[in-house]
């Protein structure tokens, strides 16, 4: 009897020893775990930072830049001219562009000659039935041309004449519009397509030097980045001190609070920012970090100063 009740001590020790290391090695096992998640979160973050985009965002969903044209074309969009309920009619004008009605129109005819319009079967001539059209959209792509600002130059024979001795001689030129920026090749449909490339379509001037060259002329980016400075400078920063002078004039100032992305920081919500700390410069010493960042916002920043400066007053 001693013998089993000293057996069956032993059993229920070992189990709680079993039990005990059991447990133990479970949480080893999730400690370990949580290391290997640690560090291939890590070894991922290392390898963005090395191999991936420095500045440009992909979306989530973005899983193939190349499959995009595939994509689209499975889209089903119908495009008819007529929609046929009981009876056929012209679709009623709506505000989309799908009729292209503002659109410069070509036109070409194809006719059978004279001496094909004699019937297959017996002979006779043939009359004209109906016109069966055909529509396409037709691009044509960018066109550069080299434009050469001639100024004739005039002179006076009479007064350059023998008789006209100890006279200076009359000269006149003619007229010639100012270039958009003096010293430089740039015309105005030249920057204004750089301009609308860079802020628009979010081509940086790199890729427009690339695209350039593709149509036949090399501008080197250094001379786009000068001419788009200059072009502020020249032509849009009079257009916004006109527009701020029109604005402060106003007794109420609409303003969106959206969110400035900056590349080397965090997103900033600028009426937050100002909301929080009552001070606009404070507002903005997230951005002092680059001077890119304060140099892209310095006209931005101007506005609220010259705004609450109005206000307060």
């Not at 066109?143 to 100024?151: G, Q, S, W």
């Not at 449909?189 to 490339?197: K, V």
């Not at 593709?214 to 006109?242: F, H």
Request: aromatic content about 8%.
């Amino acid at each position: 009897m001693k013998t089993r009740d000293k057996a069956g001590l032993d059993t229920g020790e070992n189990l709680n020893k079993i039990e005990s290391e059991v447990e133990r090695l479970k949480h080893e096992n999730e400690e370990l775990k949580a290391k290997v998640k640690f560090y291939e979160e890590q070894f991922r973050l290392s390898q963005a930072k090395k191999y991936g985009p420095s500045s440009d965002k992909v979306l989530e969903d973005q899983t193939c830049l190349f499959n995009e044209a595939e994509i689209e074309s499975q889209k089903k969009m119908e495009e008819p001219d007529i929609e046929e309920i009981l009876y056929k009619r012209r679709k009623a004008k709506t505000k989309s562009r799908k009729t292209y009605e503002d659109l410069e129109v070509e036109e070409i005819y194809y006719q059978l000659e004279d001496g094909d319009r004699a019937c297959p079967s017996c002979d006779n001539q043939l009359h004209e039935m109906k016109v069966i059209i055909r529509k396409e959209l037709k691009v044509i792509p960018a066109k550069v041309t080299l434009v050469h600002h001639k100024r004739q130059v005039y002179a006076c024979r009479h007064c350059d004449s023998v008789n006209s001795e100890g006279e200076k001689g009359t000269i006149v030129t003619a007229p010639m519009p100012n270039p958009v920026l003096p010293g430089s090749m740039v015309s105005p449909t030249l920057l204004a397509t750089i301009l609308d490339m860079k802020y628009n379509k979010m081509m940086p001037l790199y890729r427009q030097e690339q695209a350039f060259v593709d149509i036949g002329i090399d501008i080197p980016r250094q001379n786009m980045a000068s001419w788009v400075i200059k072009g502020r400078e020249r032509w849009l920063t009079p257009l916004y001190d006109r527009m701020r002078e029109h604005l402060l004039r106003e007794e109420v100032v609409h303003a969106d609070a959206v969110f400035v992305n900056i590349v080397v920081s965090k997103s900033y919500n600028i009426y937050d920012d100002i909301s929080s700390t009552n001070s606009i410069d404070s507002s903005f010493s997230g951005f002092s970090q680059t001077l890119s960042s304060r140099s892209q916002l310095r006209m931005f920043r101007d506005h609220l100063l010259g705004f609450f400066s109005f206000a307060a007053s």
